[in-house]
């Protein structure tokens, strides 16, 4: 059962040992060769100003995973990336008002270095193309208002010897429900469809380049979005490549 708002603690001297894996699977170092941590600064992710209104549809999702996303959701995150084998995106928030979606706020960001799958495996530096809901949240700092759970602990501090950065990398991170338990901590291990498939797989701040299979966005963003999405209107994100969001 999720509760409107609610906040978990987490002891961190607990959390260390499970955190290995999820951090494995969504971080990593890339040599240094990402540009300035989100954490310190927006780096260019600026949002659009513009709103655009009464859509139909959300734009540019064909029919196959338009009709998957839930008849209830009246929040949908859309992630664009730019190219199959490119680590580019355009993160776009969409909110719905009786029938008809309105574009809300839009960033640049970073998908898998590799770009995208259809068929996500663990270590394949790609991020998985499909709907999948978002129920939970956290990171190393504080809760800025997030309406979804929330857990704060510094249990998602990433490692040191990662270059520096992707030190903010998880200041703040939200679950996206690909191969995970709803309603748990992001940084839960569980994997019900087994280690082969992936897992660990977050919106989170952006480095300046690509992900080991994550979506990431400027600090500014991650607290518009942790503010704004709410278990209420059923939050979702569409996720892929141009060409497979519109297949």
């Known amino acids: 059962m999720q509760i409107r708002g609610a906040k978990r603690t987490t002891a961190v001297a607990a959390l260390l040992t499970a955190l290995v894996m999820p951090l494995a699977a969504c971080g990593g170092s890339d040599g240094g060769s990402g540009g300035k941590s989100d954490g310190q600064a927006d780096g260019g ?5 513009a709103r655009t209104v009464d859509l139909k549809r959300i734009p540019d999702v064909g029919d196959k995973l338009q009709k998957q996303i839930p008849a209830d959701s009246r929040q949908v995150v859309a992630v664009y990336g730019e190219g199959k084998d490119s680590a580019d ?15 809300t706020r839009s960033w ?12 996500h495996r663990e270590g394949d530096k790609r991020s998985p193309v499909g709907v999948f809901t978002l129920s ?3 990171g190393v700092l504080a ?8 857990t704060e602990s510094a249990g998602f501090q990433a490692p040191h010897y990662w270059a520096k950065s992707h030190w903010n990398d998880f200041d703040y991170v939200i ?12 940084n839960d291990p569980t994997r019900p469809e087994g280690q082969s498939k992936g897992g660990s797989i ?12 994550c979506v990431s ?9 942790l503010r704004t999405l709410d278990p209420d209107d059923h939050p979702v994100v569409v996720m892929g490549d141009k060409a497979d969001l519109k297949a």
Do not use: C, F
Not at 89 to 103: F, N, P, R
Not at 204 to 213: F, K, L, P, Y
């Open 45 to 49: 992710s600026r949002p659009e100003q």
């Open 217 to 225: 966005l400027s600090k500014s963003g991650m607290e518009y979005l």
């Open 136 to 138: 939970d949240a956290g």
């Open 202 to 213: 977050w919106l989170h701040m952006d480095h300046g380049s690509g992900t080991s299979a």
């Open 143 to 150: 809760d800025p208002g997030a309406k979804l759970p929330y």
């Open 89 to 103: 995106s355009t993160i776009v928030l969409y909110t719905k008002s009786g029938s008809t979606w309105d574009k």
């Open 108 to 119: 640049e960001g970073h998908n898998g270095k590799k770009g995208w799958t259809t068929d």
């Open 175 to 186: 679950a996206i429900d690909y191969n995970r338990v709803k309603g748990t901590s992001p």
